[in-house]
């Protein structure tokens, strides 16, 4: 069955510093992928998405590119900030159905 | 435009109880989802719904678990009898049922069972 493989957290950073948070999927077909953030204290949300092969998806400073030949989607930030620390949830979707398959979630905190 | 609404948001029960909760999608919705977040992990899919039919209960512990959504608007999910192990988040979410299936994403209810 489909699956998602984030980096284990928690992950701590200074401000200002580079972010990368690894995810990696098995999947038959061509899901359409996701990254969500769960701030604290509030439901999940999408971050941003991609749905095939080389696109990528940005919000907020974040991205994300949809690799086939590596079965990836690794989240990117240049430059995060304190208002980033929160869960990130990487997910897919299969290309002809709605359910989403989530990974275990990489806790982010960032440090003034 | 308003959110997805879940109630309550926070709930304690005894094991062998019963609970219900509620779900509100997005207006126009017609693709609602329930989850399962326990502590650590990330959501599990328990059922999906297309209007007011079922499209996905494979993980759904019929046993216990029921949920329904009547006139394909609202739905409740329901636990019965409660073990310790249903200690979690149950998420609802919702999408349009477009070609691309992003959901959105309710604050969830908190169970604990004690």
């Known amino acids: 069955g489909d699956s998602v493989t984030q980096m284990e957290g928690p992950v701590t950073l200074s401000e200002e510093a580079f972010l990368t948070i690894n995810c990696t999927y098995t999947?038959?077909?061509?899901?359409?992928l996701f990254w969500y953030v769960q701030y604290p204290g509030e439901g999940l949300q999408l971050l941003l998405k991609?749905?095939?092969?080389?696109d990528k998806g940005s919000n907020k400073g974040f991205e994300a590119t949809y690799r086939k030949e590596t079965t990836s989607f690794h989240l990117e930030k240049g430059s995060v900030q304190v208002s980033d620390s929160a869960v990130y949830f990487c997910?897919?979707?299969?290309?002809?159905?709605?359910?989403?398959?989530f990974g275990d979630g990489t806790t982010l905190t960032v440090k003034p | 435009e308003a959110g997805v609404a879940q109630s309550p948001r926070y709930k304690i029960i005894e094991k062998r109880q019963s609970v219900a909760f509620w779900c509100n999608p997005i207006s126009g919705h017609a693709t609602l989802y329930w989850y399962q977040q326990i502590l650590g992990q990330g959501p599990k899919l328990l059922i999906q719904?297309?209007?007011?039919?079922?499209?996905?209960d494979s993980q759904l512990p019929k046993d216990r678990f029921s949920a329904e959504r009547l006139k394909g608007v609202d739905s409740t999910l329901k636990i019965q009898p409660a073990k310790l192990e249903d200690s979690a988040v149950y998420l609802c979410?919702?999408?349009?049922?477009?070609?691309?299936?992003?959901?959105?994403f309710g604050p969830g209810t908190r169970l604990t069972v004690t």
């Open positions: 999947a038959t077909g061509y899901p359409s």
């Open positions: 719904f297309q209007n007011n039919g079922v499209v996905d």
């Open positions: 979410a919702s999408s349009p049922g477009t070609s691309v299936y992003e959901q959105y």
């Open positions: 997910a897919l979707s299969p290309s002809n159905a709605g359910k989403s398959t």
């Open positions: 991609a749905t095939k092969a080389d």
